[in-house]
């Protein structure tokens, strides 16, 4: 499981700038520029790199574009166990980038983070999940509770090492089938059971993220349920020709749609009610005219 994501863009005065990061954690100021350094040491630059600093290892995805005649470039980085591969999470940081670089000045841009780094890591989890694998990283953990004398703590441990994983690995599966049926409270469920299970045996981080992606998936009905009937206000509001008001429903429905982190229709129901704006503003004007049009 990685420990982090950081996302950062270049400024040409101040240098590599965290614009994002999930979760909050604490890490070497040298280490963005490093890491930008290592890309960019030569040409053409280096896409993707494997790195290892200090205890950590590293998977980094370099992206650079135009805008506004600007060339923007962005660092999408993974901060990564020892034991861990950076390879095999090259195409996770190329999920990453497709799903935030387009993003990168958006206000909500750090709930937008947490929200897909929890989708994508977990998705990453439940398709390559090793029972076996965290089997055995509980036993070493039970041993060197056993080391350091704490042998009540490595006893209830160990004797967990073999019936938790699979049930942890049949219940992301399950939640992954309910969430591809759109089956979000049900989704929900198994994902709190999977955070259940990361807790006894103490991989509280994980179970952290696991119960608040259970969280924010009870919210969805609701969420989608609300978007809806706003839609609909707004579609009357249309056909009473009230336009002020047909503001307030779009723009409460973008509002809605960046809760559900469902940016294609934050932008049709913000350029709707943007839209509208400009019309009753382009109409305000030209009745503001009139009087002196009027007198000539």
Do not use: C
């Not at 723009?251 to 809760?259: G, L, R």
Request: charged residues 30%; aromatic residues 8%; glycine residues 2%.
């Amino acid at each position: 499981m990685p420990r982090a994501l950081i996302i950062l863009d270049w400024d040409r005065i101040k240098g590599p700038v965290v614009k994002a990061k999930y979760p909050e954690i604490e890490f070497d100021p040298d280490l963005p520029m490093k890491i930008f350094m290592a890309h960019t040491a030569q040409e053409p630059v280096e896409i993707l790199l494997s790195l290892q600093f200090k205890s950590m290892n590293i998977a980094s995805r370099f992206t650079q574009f135009q805008e506004k005649g600007t060339m923007r470039r962005i660092l999408f980085i993974l901060l990564l166990n020892p034991e861990e591969n950076p390879k095999e999470f090259f195409k996770i940081l190329s999920d990453f980038e497709q799903n935030l670089r387009l993003e990168i000045d958006a206000t909500y841009l750090p709930e937008l983070v947490k929200n897909i780094y929890i989708k994508k890591t977990s998705v990453q989890i439940s398709t390559s999940f090793n029972a076996e694998e965290l089997s055995n990283k509980i036993i070493n953990r039970s041993k060197q509770l056993l080391d350091s004398g704490e042998i009540q703590k490595a006893q209830a441990l160990i004797s967990k090492s073999k019936s938790v994983p699979p049930r942890i690995a049949e219940n992301l599966q399950l939640a992954e089938t309910a969430l591809t049926e759109k089956k979000y409270i049900i989704a929900a469920g198994y994902y709190e059971t999977v955070s259940n299970l990361l807790f006894e045996i103490d991989e509280t981080t994980l179970m952290q993220q696991y119960r608040d992606k259970a969280e924010k998936l009870k919210k969805i009905p609701n969420l989608q349920k609300e978007r809806k009937e706003f839609i609909e206000n707004a579609h009357k509001a249309l056909k009473k020709v009230d336009f002020t008001e047909a503001i307030e429903w779009f723009t409460a429905a973008a509002k809605k749609s960046e809760e559900l982190e469902d940016p294609v229709k934050l932008l049709e129901y913000s350029t709707k009610a943007k839209a509208l704006v400009t019309f009753l503003e382009a109409e305000r004007e030209a009745k503001l005219k009139e009087p002196s049009q009027n007198s000539q």
